[in-house]
């Protein structure tokens, strides 16, 4: 069951300071040659924080290591009911260096908040990008061999 954790976000939600991008990605730019701007975990934090404290809700973080591949997985629990709703995602592999799994953490850290309490706080084109379709962002070509496991 998960209702009392999903209404304690809606209500936190109410209470949410405004989001700020102070992150900056010089990967993807704006038609403009703006760098791409998005929120850190760190604007996330500081616009949710209080509003989840109040609320009584909870984020933690469980790294796990099983046949062959690092996890991440955030859990946000509401604490007076013990009900929580949690993502999990793939953030390295036996070969990964550390700094390649602290890499991993702290961007799916930031997605998953995002996406679990249904954030804005990132370029959003719809899937365009992903699917071929021109957006209004530019992306400028990087090395995919930096991307690829080895």
Request: hydrophobic share 30%; glycine share 6%; charged share 25%.
């Amino acid at each position: 069951m998960t209702e009392k954790v999903l209404e304690a976000i809606e209500l936190a939600k109410i209470d949410f300071e405004p989001l700020e991008k102070n992150g900056q990605n010089n990967f993807f730019k704006t038609q403009q040659g703006d760098p791409h701007k998005f929120s850190t975990l760190a604007d996330i934090n500081k616009a949710c924080k209080d509003a989840l404290i109040k609320h009584g809700i909870s984020i933690s973080y469980q790294c796990e290591y099983n046949d062959g591949l690092n996890f991440l997985k955030t859990i946000i629990t509401h604490l007076s009911s013990g009900q929580s709703i949690s993502s999990t995602s793939i953030i390295g592999h036996t070969n990964s260096t550390p700094q390649q799994v602290g890499s991993g953490i702290t961007y799916f850290r930031r997605y998953h908040i995002q996406a679990m309490l249904n954030l804005e706080a990132d370029f959003e084109d719809d899937g365009n990008q992903a699917s071929g379709n021109k957006t209004n962002e530019t992306y400028k070509q990087y090395n995919k061999s930096n991307y690829e496991r080895k």
